[in-house]
Every structure is written in structure tokens, then in C-alpha cells.
């Protein structure tokens, strides 16, 4: 019964070295991926870098801000707790609600400066 029990062990023990080696080169082999990917982004940095240096970046920008804003947007829409009918119906309220006070304004401005009395 000893030698059994010994036999067992020897091989659990021998398991458990061949597990530790494979997890063991495992980890090198992640870890040269890794290393290899952050040199090849940091290579691809800074080429980019170098392509867009000096350049006027407004129009990338403007069209960055405007597609986080439409997929801000879509996602509200995805999410919302509300039926799309009732979004809509609250997205058209709030526009007519807008465009009444963009007009009211815009008419008591243009009476105001037609009258003379802008400033009094």
C-alpha cells in the first residue's frame, strides 16, 4: 500500500511540474505578445503623429464631436425606458417648444429695434 500511495504522489507531484512549466512558458509567450503589440502601437502612434504634425484639425474634430453626438444619441434612444412613440412625441414638443421661443425672441428683438427702443 505504501509504494501505491508513493507512486501516486511521485505522479501527482510530477503533474503538478509538467502544469507549472507549460503555465510558466504560457506566461513568457503572453507576455512577448504583449510586448510585441505595445511597440507595434507605439509605433503606429507615433507615424500618425507625424502624418497629421502642423495640420489644422478642425474639421476632424468638428466631425468627431458630431458622431459622438449622434451615437450619444442613438444609444439614449436604444436605452430609453419610454416607447419610441413617446420619445418622439416628447423630442417633437421640446423642439415646437424651442422654435416658439427662438420666434418669440426674434420678434420682440426686430419690434424693439423697428420701434427705436432697443437699449432703453
Do not use: C, W
Request: proline residues 1%; negative net charge; charged residues 30%.
Amino acid at each position: 500500500m505504501n509504494k501505491l500511495l508513493k507512486s501516486v504522489l511521485k505522479t501527482v507531484v510530477y503533474l503538478l511540474e509538467q502544469t507549472e512549466s507549460v503555465a510558466e512558458e504560457m506566461r513568457d509567450r503572453v507576455a512577448d505578445g504583449v510586448d510585441h503589440a505595445s511597440d507595434r502601437v507605439s509605433d503606429l502612434r507615433d507615424q500618425a503623429r507625424d502624418m497629421y504634425a502642423g495640420e489644422d484639425h478642425t474639421l476632424r474634430n468638428v466631425l468627431t464631436f458630431a458622431a459622438g453626438v449622434g451615437i450619444g444619441i442613438g444609444a439614449a434612444i436604444l436605452l430609453a425606458p419610454a416607447s419610441g412613440e413617446e420619445i418622439r412625441g416628447q423630442i417633437g414638443d421640446k423642439v415646437q417648444d424651442i422654435g416658439d421661443r427662438v420666434r418669440e425672441r426674434f420678434s420682440s428683438a426686430s419690434s424693439r429695434a423697428s420701434t427705436g427702443t432697443e437699449g432703453m
